[in-house]
Nanobody, 124 residues
Framework: QVQLVESGGGLVQAGGSLRLSCAAS????????MGWFRQAPGKERDIIAA????????YYADSVKGRFTVSRDNAKNTVYLQMNSLKPEDTAVYYC?????????????????WGQGTQVTVSS
């Protein structure tokens, strides 16, 4: 099992930037892919970005492609989500999650350990 703690959320104006961090402990960090999900009120929790265990492969949902960047530092057991050009529709609770596999996956069912979430609010 992996313990995950997100940080870096907050309130930002449209067009601004935030960087989320997710610190992991437990399983050997480089042995599993990591994903970032978000959930807006009344909506499902959707994957927006993912990165393979070795950081060679990444995935982005169309809604964030070109604006968000996922990265990881396996030496620091941390995954990041750099969010630029933020829009009001990016407002949500953001979660990081650890997959059961090291291979890049965008399938929510492959993610088995979750953080508690961090709120991101983008004002217009």
């Amino acid at each position: 099992q992996v313990q995950l703690v997100e940080s870096g959320g907050g309130l930002v104006q449209a067009g601004g930037s935030l960087r989320l961090s997710c610190a992991a402990s437990g399983r050997t960090f480089g042995r599993y892919a990591m994903g970032w999900f978000r959930q807006a009120p009344g909506k499902e929790r959707d994957i927006i970005a993912a990165i393979s265990g070795n950081a060679y492969m990444t995935y982005y949902a169309d809604s964030v492609k070109g604006r968000f960047t996922v990265s990881r530092d396996n030496a620091k057991n941390t995954v990041y989500l750099q969010m630029n050009s933020l829009k009001p529709e990016d407002t949500a609770v953001y979660y990081c999650a650890a997959a059961r596999t090291t291979i890049l996956t965008s399938n929510r069912n492959d993610y088995v350990d979750w953080g508690q979430g961090t709120q991101v609010t983008v004002s217009s």
